[in-house]
């Protein structure tokens, strides 16, 4: 289920996922709300672009440590790579 990035406190999160687009973002919070997680969204930008570089913004996803293999789990079976940092 979506939280609130407060709802987690001081806790350290893993970031599962960058979604570039908002129907990615929405595929994605189905795939984890119904796999039980928790988990949190925050807008934030990144470094995109082949020949046009430049900084854009995408739905960054995070988990707690311990849900990171379920996270991993359940956007496979959704179609989705998990981010590796």
């Given at each position: 289920?979506?939280?609130?990035?407060?709802?987690?406190?001081?806790?350290?999160?893993?970031?599962?996922?960058?979604?570039?687009?908002l129907r990615y973002a929405l595929?994605?919070?189905?795939?984890?709300?119904?796999?039980?997680?928790?988990?949190?969204?925050?807008?934030?930008?990144?470094?995109?672009?082949?020949?046009?570089?430049?900084?854009?913004?995408?739905?960054?996803?995070?988990?707690?440590?311990?849900?990171?293999?379920?996270?991993?789990?359940a956007m496979r079976e959704a179609?989705?790579?998990?981010?590796?940092v």
């Amino acid at each position: 289920m979506r939280r609130d990035p407060e709802h987690f406190g001081d806790q350290e999160m893993d970031l599962v996922y960058i979604a570039k687009r908002l129907r990615y973002a929405l595929k994605l919070e189905e795939a984890l709300t119904a796999a039980g997680l928790d988990y949190a969204v925050e807008t934030d930008t990144y470094l995109g672009g082949v020949i046009f570089r430049g900084q854009r913004t995408g739905a960054f996803f995070y988990v707690l440590p311990e849900d990171l293999e379920r996270c991993h789990a359940a956007m496979r079976e959704a179609g989705y790579r998990p981010q590796t940092v």
